[in-house]
C-alpha cells in the first residue's frame, strides 16, 4: 500500500514535469522565418531532452520503487519481529506476575512467621552426699556421675510460631536437653498447637501448649534458668517404695500438656487473666490415652500492673486411668501466688498442696504392690531479686516441701525437703544473662537413716533470640 502511494506521487510530480514542458513549447515567436528554423531545432532539442529526462525520471522512479519494496519488506520483517517480541514480552509479563504471586506468598510467610529460641546452659561443680542405712553410712556420689564438674544444656527451645491471619495462628516449640549427670540428650516436642484468638478475653488452643499454672508462676519468678518453679521441681527423682530408701518425691505438675486449653487477659491495672485447660494429664513427654480426662485452671488479679494475686487447681488421674487398669482416685493439687515486680524489685510468694499425687491407684490389701497407699504434700517458695545497678542484679530464693504418705496399717512416713540459691546475675547483653551462684538442696527422710545433700556451685546462663 506504502509502494502504491509513493508510485502515484511520484507519477503526479511526472505529469507536473510533463505539462510544464508543454507550456514552454506554447511559447509565442516573433520572426516567422526565425520561428519556423528555431522551432524545428528546438522541438528536436526538447524531444531529446525531454526523452531523456523521461528516461531519467523512469529510472529514479524504478530505483524508488525498489527502495520502497526493500523498505516495506524491512517493514514487514520489522513488524513480525515486534509480533515476536510482544509475544515474548507478554509471556515475560505472565511469568513476572506468576513469580510476583509466588514471592508475595513467600513474603507473606516470611513476615508472618517467627522463629526464635530460648537455652538454659550451666556450668558447675556439684558435691552431692547420701547417708543411708540403719548404721548411718555416708555415701559420696550416691547417684553414680551426679559429683564433679560438668556442662550441662538443661533446655534448649526452638520456636516456630505462624500467623495465618488475624484469629488463627499455629505454635511449634521443640525441647532439648543434655545433662551431664545422665550422659544422654533428649529430644521432645513440648508444644504444637493451634490457636483461634477471638477477642484479648477469649483464645483456644488445640494441641500441646502450656498448662495453666507452672508457665504463668514463671514469668513472675524470672530466674527459671536457674532453677524450676516449687510444683515443676523434681526433688531427686521420686519416692521409694516399702522397705526401700526414699530417694524423693517427683514434680508435682506438667509445664506443658495435650488437650484444649482456654485462655484470655486484660491489660493494665485492675486487669484479669485466666486459663482453663482439659488435658489428658500425661504430660508433653507422655501423649497417651486413658479413660477420662484432667482440668487444670488458673484465675489472676492485678490490682495494679506490677502485682498479681493469682489461685489454681488441678484435679484427674494423671493418665493412670487405663482400660482394664487397677482402680484409680483423683489426684489433685491447689496453688497460690502474690508477687510483684517491675524493673528495679522482684518479690512473691508461691504455695502448693497435693493430695494422692503418687498415689492415683487404689491399691488393695493381699495384692503384691507397694504397701504405700496414699499421699499427701505442702510447700511454699519465696524468692525475691533486686537490680542494684544496670545489668547487675542480687537473687535469692527458699522453698521448703512437707511430704506424707501412709501405708496399709496405717503407718505415716514423712520426707523433708530444705531448698535454697543464691547469688549475682549480669545482663551480658540484652538476650544473654549470666548467674554466678550457689544451690543447695537437703532432703531428710522417714528417720535420720535417710538424708541427701546436695551443693552445687557455678555459672547458669540463658540465652534468647
Same mark, same amino acid.
Given at each position: 500500500?506504502?509502494?502504491?502511494?509513493?508510485?502515484?506521487a511520484?507519477?503526479?510530480?511526472?505529469g507536473?514535469?510533463?505539462?510544464? %514542458?508543454?507550456?514552454?513549447?506554447?511559447?509565442?515567436?516573433?520572426?516567422?522565418?526565425h520561428?519556423k528554423?528555431a522551432?524545428?531545432q528546438?522541438?528536436?532539442?526538447?524531444?531529446t531532452s525531454?526523452?531523456?529526462?523521461?528516461?531519467?525520471?523512469?529510472?529514479?522512479?524504478?530505483?524508488?520503487?525498489?527502495?520502497?519494496?526493500?523498505?516495506?519488506?524491512?517493514t514487514?520483517?520489522?513488524?513480525?519481529?515486534? %509480533?515476536?517480541?510482544?509475544?515474548a514480552?507478554?509471556?515475560?509479563?505472565?511469568?513476572?506476575?506468576?513469580?510476583?504471586?509466588?514471592?508475595?506468598?513467600?513474603?507473606?510467610?516470611v513476615?508472618?512467621?517467627?522463629?526464635?529460641g530460648?537455652?538454659?546452659?550451666?556450668?558447675?561443680?556439684?558435691?552431692?552426699?547420701?547417708?543411708v542405712?540403719?548404721?548411718g553410712?555416708?555415701?559420696?556420689?550416691?547417684?553414680?556421675?551426679?559429683?564433679?564438674?560438668?556442662?550441662?544444656v538443661?533446655?534448649?527451645y526452638?520456636?516456630?510460631?505462624?500467623?495465618?491471619?488475624?484469629?488463627?495462628?499455629?505454635?511449634?516449640?521443640?525441647?532439648?536437653?543434655?545433662?551431664?549427670?545422665?550422659?544422654?540428650?533428649?529430644?521432645?516436642?513440648?508444644?504444637?498447637?493451634?490457636?483461634?484468638?477471638?477477642?484479648?478475653?477469649?483464645?483456644?488452643?488445640?494441641?500441646?501448649?502450656?498448662?495453666p499454672w507452672?508457665?504463668?508462676?514463671?514469668?513472675w519468678?524470672?530466674?527459671?534458668?536457674?532453677e524450676?518453679?516449687?510444683?515443676?521441681?523434681?526433688?531427686?527423682?521420686?519416692r521409694?517404695?516399702?522397705?526401700?530408701?526414699?530417694?524423693g518425691?517427683?514434680?508435682?505438675?506438667?509445664s506443658s500438656?495435650w488437650g484444649?486449653?482456654?485462655?484470655?487477659?486484660?491489660?493494665?491495672?485492675n486487669?484479669?487473666?485466666y486459663?482453663?485447660?482439659?488435658?489428658?494429664?500425661?504430660g508433653?513427654?507422655?501423649?497417651?490415652?486413658?479413660?477420662?480426662?484432667?482440668?487444670?485452671?488458673r484465675?489472676?488479679y492485678?490490682?495494679?500492673e506490677?502485682?498479681?494475686?493469682?489461685i489454681?487447681?488441678?484435679?484427674?488421674?494423671?493418665?493412670?486411668?487405663?482400660?482394664?487398669?487397677?482402680?484409680?482416685?483423683?489426684?489433685?493439687?491447689?496453688?497460690?501466688?502474690?508477687a510483684y515486680?517491675?524493673?528495679?524489685?522482684? %518479690?512473691?510468694?508461691?504455695?502448693?498442696?497435693?493430695?494422692?499425687?503418687d498415689?492415683?491407684?487404689?491399691?488393695?490389701?493381699?495384692l503384691?504392690?507397694?504397701?504405700?497407699?496414699?499421699?499427701?504434700?505442702?510447700?511454699?517458695?519465696v524468692?525475691?531479686?533486686?537490680?542494684f545497678?544496670p545489668?547487675?542484679?542480687?537473687?535469692?530464693?527458699?522453698d521448703?516441701?512437707?511430704y506424707?504418705?501412709?501405708?496399709?496399717?496405717?503407718?505415716?512416713?514423712?520426707?523433708?525437703?530444705?531448698?535454697?540459691?543464691?547469688?549475682?546475675s549480669?545482663?551480658?547483653?540484652?538476650?544473654?544473662?549470666?548467674?554466678?551462684?550457689?544451690?543447695?538442696?537437703?532432703?531428710?527422710?522417714p528417720?535420720?537413716?535417710?538424708?541427701?545433700?546436695?551443693?552445687?556451685?557455678?555459672?547458669?546462663?540463658?540465652?534468647?533470640?
Amino acid at each position: 500500500m506504502r509502494s502504491t502511494m509513493l508510485a502515484v506521487a511520484i507519477a503526479a510530480g511526472l505529469g507536473v514535469t510533463s505539462f510544464a %514542458v508543454q507550456a514552454q513549447d506554447a511559447a509565442p515567436v516573433h520572426s516567422k522565418s526565425h520561428q519556423k528554423k528555431a522551432s524545428t531545432q528546438k522541438v528536436s532539442t526538447q524531444a531529446t531532452s525531454r526523452d531523456a529526462e523521461l528516461e531519467e525520471l523512469k529510472a529514479q522512479l524504478s530505483a524508488l520503487q525498489s527502495k520502497v519494496a526493500e523498505l516495506e519488506q524491512r517493514t514487514d520483517a520489522q513488524s513480525d519481529i515486534n %509480533v515476536s517480541t510482544g509475544q515474548a514480552v507478554e509471556t515475560v509479563q505472565k511469568a513476572q506476575v506468576v513469580s510476583d504471586k509466588k514471592m508475595g506468598t513467600i513474603d507473606k510467610f516470611v513476615n508472618n512467621t517467627k522463629i526464635g529460641g530460648t537455652m538454659f546452659f550451666d556450668m558447675t561443680d556439684v558435691n552431692h552426699k547420701e547417708q543411708v542405712g540403719t548404721a548411718g553410712s555416708i555415701k559420696k556420689d550416691g547417684h553414680g556421675s551426679t559429683n564433679g564438674t560438668g556442662f550441662d544444656v538443661k533446655r534448649f527451645y526452638l520456636t516456630i510460631d505462624h500467623q495465618f491471619d488475624d484469629v488463627w495462628s499455629a505454635n511449634l516449640t521443640t525441647d532439648f536437653n543434655y545433662q551431664s549427670t545422665l550422659s544422654q540428650t533428649s529430644l521432645f516436642v513440648k508444644k504444637a498447637y493451634v490457636q483461634g484468638k477471638f477477642d484479648p478475653l477469649f483464645a483456644v488452643r488445640f494441641g500441646a501448649a502450656d498448662t495453666p499454672w507452672i508457665p504463668y508462676a514463671e514469668k513472675w519468678y524470672g530466674y527459671r534458668f536457674l532453677e524450676n518453679t516449687i510444683t515443676d521441681r523434681s526433688i531427686d527423682g521420686g519416692r521409694g517404695t516399702a522397705g526401700t530408701a526414699p530417694t524423693g518425691m517427683g514434680s508435682f505438675g506438667n509445664s506443658s500438656d495435650w488437650g484444649i486449653h482456654a485462655l484470655g487477659a486484660t491489660t493494665g491495672d485492675n486487669s484479669i487473666n485466666y486459663q482453663l485447660s482439659v488435658v489428658t494429664g500425661g504430660g508433653y513427654k507422655n501423649p497417651t490415652r486413658s479413660k477420662g480426662v484432667d482440668v487444670e485452671g488458673r484465675f489472676g488479679y492485678q490490682p495494679i500492673e506490677e502485682m498479681v494475686l493469682a489461685i489454681g487447681g488441678y484435679q484427674g488421674k494423671r493418665a493412670k486411668d487405663v482400660q482394664l487398669g487397677a482402680p484409680t482416685r483423683d489426684a489433685t493439687r491447689g496453688d497460690a501466688l502474690v508477687a510483684y515486680r517491675d524493673k528495679t524489685f522482684g %518479690v512473691g510468694v508461691e504455695y502448693f498442696t497435693a493430695n494422692n499425687w503418687d498415689d492415683v491407684i487404689k491399691y488393695t490389701g493381699g495384692l503384691p504392690v507397694p504397701a504405700v497407699v496414699k499421699d499427701k504434700a505442702d510447700g511454699y517458695s519465696v524468692f525475691g531479686d533486686w537490680t542494684f545497678m544496670p545489668q547487675w542484679a542480687l537473687f535469692a530464693r527458699y522453698d521448703r516441701v512437707d511430704y506424707k504418705y501412709w501405708s496399709f496399717a496405717g503407718a505415716q512416713s514423712k520426707l523433708k525437703d530444705t531448698y535454697y540459691n543464691a547469688g549475682v546475675s549480669y545482663d551480658i547483653l540484652k538476650n544473654l544473662r549470666l548467674a554466678l551462684a550457689w544451690k543447695y538442696d537437703k532432703l531428710e527422710g522417714p528417720n535420720k537413716a535417710f538424708q541427701y545433700k546436695t551443693n552445687e556451685v557455678g555459672f547458669w546462663g540463658v540465652l534468647s533470640y
